[in-house]
């Protein structure tokens, strides 16, 4: 079993930057696809931001493209999502997911192993 930790999340006001990480338990996840999911309250779970094994393909949801970017150190096992510009409907629990192979997906089924998620509040 892959255990994923995130952290980072946080109050901020609109406008601010935040930076998630997300460390796996081993080094599962260095030969996987992963992503970046959040869900805000009576939402359902949406794709955010997702990048292949080697970090050389990567995908964004149209609501955050241009203000956030994704990253992975697989020295590290680690993947980041830097998050600029923050606004109030970024409010979510931000989750952190391993896929099921080596690419990258916008898809929530393609990711096995998933975070307990960190809280993100955008204030006005």
């Known amino acids: 079993q892959v255990q994923l930790v995130e952290s980072g999340g946080g109050l901020v006001q609109a406008g601010a930057s935040l930076k998630l990480a997300c460390t796996t338990s081993?080094?599962?996840?260095?030969?996987?696809?992963m992503g970046w999911f959040r869900q805000a309250p009576g939402k359902e779970r949406e794709f955010v931001a997702a990048i292949n094994w080697r970090g050389g393909s990567i995908m964004y949801a149209e609501a955050v493209k241009g203000r956030f970017t994704i990253s992975r150190d697989n020295a590290k096992d680690t993947i980041y999502l830097q998050m600029n510009s923050l606004k109030p409907e970024d409010t979510a629990v931000y989750y952190c997911?391993?896929?099921?192979?080596?690419?990258?997906?916008?898809?929530?089924?393609?990711?096995?192993?998933w975070g307990q998620g960190t809280q993100v509040t955008v204030s006005s």
């Open positions: 081993r080094r599962t996840s260095s030969n996987n696809g």
């Open positions: 997911a391993v896929g099921r192979g080596p690419t990258a997906s916008i898809v929530a089924g393609a990711y096995r192993y």
